[in-house]
Structures are given as C-alpha cells and as structure tokens.
C-alpha cells in the first residue's frame, strides 16, 4: 500500500509530488475539486461526483484536461496501485501554470492533480455518542456551490472549531440563516420530517445530501428543503452533518446548546443506515 499521486500523466509516490509555484491554483485558489470514496472497495456516488466537478469546471469556465471517461479510468488505475482496502481520492483542476497576473489567457493547459489515500477512519464514539459543533458568522463568497478551491474561510473556521475542542463549525448569516458547515452539509429533525437548507448558491450541493433526500423519500421520510433559522435548529428533535467521508454523523451540541436529549436520535441512526455498511 502506497500514498500516490497522479500528477502530469504519470503516477508518483504522494512525497515526491509537487506542482509549480506559479500554478494557478497556488497563486489564487483558481481550481476546483473533489473527494470520492470507496465503500467495500466500490466508488460511493462516483458520476455524481464528476458530474459536480463539470458543473463547478463550466461555472469558472475551465476547460477540464481529460473526460471525465478519462479521469474515471484514472481513478480506477490509482485506486488499484495505491491497494488501499478503501480509498479516498482527492481531484484537483487548477487553471494551470503561467506568471502571475489576476486575469489568464484561454491557452494554459488545465493541471490535473489526483491523490490516492487510505479512507479516513472515525472513532466510533463519534457516531454513537454524537459530535458538538460551534456556529460562525457566514464570511465566505456568494457562490457557495462551485466546490472551489478557495477554501480560506472554511479553513479558518474549521479551525476555530477545533480550537473549542468542536468537530465542525456551522455558517449562520447575519439574519440568523442556517447555511452549512466548513465541510459538510447540515439536516434538521423536526417531529421526524428532515429539513436542510436549500442547494442555492449559499450551499455546495452534497452528494451525501442528495442521496440521504432521495433515500429518505424511498422510505417515507418526509424531507423538506428550506429556509432553515438557528432557532429551529436550536429547538430541533436531532439535527446531523453530512459528507462523503463521514457520511451522517449526530451533533448534539450547538454552541451552549444542547441539541433534544443530548443524544444521537433515531431519525439520525435509521438515516444512517441508507449508507453501504463500511467494512
Ligand atoms: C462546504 C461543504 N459542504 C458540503 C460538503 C458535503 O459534500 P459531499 O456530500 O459531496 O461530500 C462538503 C464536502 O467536502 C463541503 O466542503
């Protein structure tokens, strides 16, 4: 098992990769990206996937580098020679390298980066005893839905999260609007109908979000995609986070509140169980 890199149309050790400093994506953040799973050995969501990516690729106007027939052979190749049990692989598209200068010519060719890991592994507890989480005020863009690489502000609050000992840090605007966390999706459990903000552009489109939506309304979970306020959150019978490397995970705490019982709820674990088993 081998930490590999995809990088110039080869496959290198994850150490030995390195891309120029004047790559766009260094510079300004001018990339876009994904992460995929493998759950028993099998890609989790993997054309919604790289049907989002051409979606965020169109709305920055980057040309990508190969199809995405291409990259999903790519993918298939680094998967087998990195021989993770489960994998976890990370695609980044920068608009490429050329000397600094805020606006680009349309002839620079597209930098594929792709990095093949072993699928990140939570402690149970985490899932079973459920997570606090902080809320933040919404600093970042308005084009929330391009999964950008432009990840300043998520970063900063993610770490102010993990500064308060918190597993993630939520988005509230202004006016007290529930948008989502640093890196991951948020779902509201009210006498047992789901809520989760809308996929505007205040919000990346989970795939983790749209699965758990349509497993939902496959088992007669009702599921309403709205406006959600932190005092509906606040009050909320169970409220959880979502994203492909968590895939559900309870959040009992917000900020000095304590989320129904202060335990993960049943909506929570049935919900969970629309996912793949992970061996
Ligand atoms: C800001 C943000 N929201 C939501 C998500 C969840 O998206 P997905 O379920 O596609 O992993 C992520 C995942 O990285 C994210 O970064």
Sequence with gaps: MLELAYINDSFIPLEKASVPINDRGYLFADGIYEVIITC????FGLDEHLNRLQRSADAISLELPASLDEISKIIETGIKKAGFSESM???QITRGVAPRRHNYSTGIQATLVMTFRARP???????NQGVAIITVPEIRWSRCDIKSTALLPNVMMKQKATDKGCQEALFVTADKIVHECTTANI????NDILYTPPADRQILNGITRSFILEQAERHNIGCVEKECYYDELCQADEVFITSSTIDLMPVVKIDDFIINTGQPGPISLRVRNFFPTRT
């Design 121 to 127: 592994e939570y402690a149970p507890e985490l899932f």
């Design 40 to 43: 028993n050995s099998i890609l």
């Design 187 to 190: 779902f509201i459990v009210k």
């Design 89 to 91: 692989v990370y695609i």
